[in-house]
């Protein structure tokens, strides 16, 4: 089980990334810059938290578990902002459609975690399900960081109609 704390804690660190938005001067734009900052700036936090987690302690599965009740809370609240559409980089268009796919995957693994240690067993198909929605998670993640910069991910596996 440590093993597992550490690998979320390690993905979520990944997380973390801080944006400075491209959003130029339009109150929409400026407004959402600061939503996203401040969903960054938790993000921070919740990274700061699951790293203070001791795997050794009774009490880390349960810690953990918060820990990515909150997660998932952020990003959903997240993929619910509106996205300005003037005073922005055209790649901002695309960034809706990521951040409710980041919210859908990061609601799974936070279902699967929790199924994972249900009934006091464990069960370590589910946990590397939840491993793989959050992975999947991060990954729109950082797509929408480099979005948000005003620049297209370079990955093969994706397609932005440009």
């Excluded at 597992?4 to 491209?22: F, H, R």
């Excluded at 936090?45 to 918060?66: G, H, M, R």
């Excluded at 980089?89 to 919210?103: H, M």
Aim: proline share 2%; hydrophobic share 35%.
């Amino acid at each position: 089980m440590k093993k597992y704390i550490k690998i979320l804690a390690c993905l979520a660190i990944s997380l973390v990334l801080l944006c400075g938005c491209g959003a130029k001067s339009s109150g929409a734009a400026k407004e959402y810059k600061a939503s996203m900052e401040k969903f960054f700036d938790n993000l921070s936090k919740v990274n700061t938290d699951i790293n203070s987690i001791n795997p050794e302690d009774q009490d880390a599965v349960s810690k953990l578990f918060e820990q990515f009740d909150i997660l998932d809370k952020e990003i959903t609240a997240m993929s619910q902002l509106t996205i300005p559409t003037e005073g922005v980089p055209e790649t901002f268009a695309y960034i809706g459609d990521l951040s409710k796919s980041a919210a859908d995957y990061m609601t799974q693994a936070n279902g699967y975690l929790h199924d994972s240690f249900s009934e006091g067993s464990y069960n370590e198909h589910t946990l590397e399900a939840a491993m793989e929605c959050y992975k999947r998670c991060n990954k729109r993640i950082q797509y929408i960081i480099t979005l948000l910069h005003g620049e297209y991910p370079k990955d093969e596996s994706i397609s932005f109609g440009k």
